[in-house]
């Protein structure tokens, strides 16, 4: 069984003007297929083919050093723009409600301190990474990874992630990524937040 990258729930202008539509054409029909396709390639003929690419990722060392890396950084691929498509939606949603939004409060005093500590996550995490919100244990974190490593495989869920490669802004924004990143929260669907975190 082969993995497959999973559609847009948009079209690739959806998200303008914070996103443009040929940044959002190039990021999922070539970065993400990309990562998919190297992915299956990787895990192809051995029997970790067809597992849960997220159950792969949260134990990378059960991985033959022959398909370790590849898996970290593909399957990490896959999995992070999974998730990234996923909170993604056009016009945004509404603040964060009820138990993710008290949750919040208690993590980090406000929505206001959270954003700040998860856009300065982003915006200072050296050359090509992601940043996060996850479920760590029960509690809230944010942090950043390098590459596509992924939250999983430190034991966290991931909630919300942004992409701060190169590949996902740089068509619109150039070097400018404290402006991506503000344009990204017009874009979060709080509600997806939400029942991820129920969920974990």
């Known amino acids: 069984?082969?993995?497959?990258?999973?559609?847009?729930?948009f079209?690739?202008?959806a998200l303008e003007p914070h996103i443009d539509a040929r940044t959002m054409e190039i990021h999922h029909d070539k970065h993400h297929v990309g990562y998919t396709t190297k992915?299956?390639?990787?895990?192809?003929?051995?029997?970790?083919d067809g597992k849960d690419p997220a159950a792969l990722l949260a134990d990378l060392?059960?991985?033959?050093?022959?398909?370790?890396?590849?898996?970290?950084?593909n399957g990490g691929g896959h999995v992070n723009h999974a998730l990234f498509w996923e909170i993604l939606t056009p016009g945004g949603s509404p603040e964060p409600e009820g138990d993710i939004k008290s949750?919040?409060?208690?993590?980090?005093?406000?929505i206001a301190g959270f954003k700040k500590l998860f856009s300065d996550s982003a915006a200072t995490r050296f050359g090509s990474g992601w940043a996060w919100l996850v479920s760590s244990s029960g509690k809230l974190k944010v942090y950043s990874t390098a590459n596509q490593d992924s939250p999983l495989s430190q034991g966290d869920?991931?909630?919300?992630?942004?992409?701060?490669?190169?590949?996902?802004?740089?068509?619109?924004?150039?070097?400018?990524?404290?402006?991506?990143?503000?344009a990204f929260w017009n874009l979060v669907n709080w509600d997806i937040v939400a029942s991820k975190f129920k969920n974990a």
């Open 1 to 9: 069984m082969s993995y497959s990258t999973p559609a847009l729930g």
């Open 11 to 13: 079209a690739y202008d």
């Open 39 to 48: 992915l299956n390639a990787a895990v192809s003929g051995t029997s970790f």
């Open 61 to 73: 060392k059960a991985l033959p050093d022959s398909i370790r890396g590849a898996v970290q950084n």
């Open 103 to 110: 949750a919040i409060e208690s993590a980090f005093g406000g």
């Open 157 to 182: 869920i991931p909630l919300l992630g942004l992409d701060v490669w190169e590949h996902a802004y740089y068509l619109n924004y150039q070097n400018r990524r404290p402006d991506y990143i503000a």
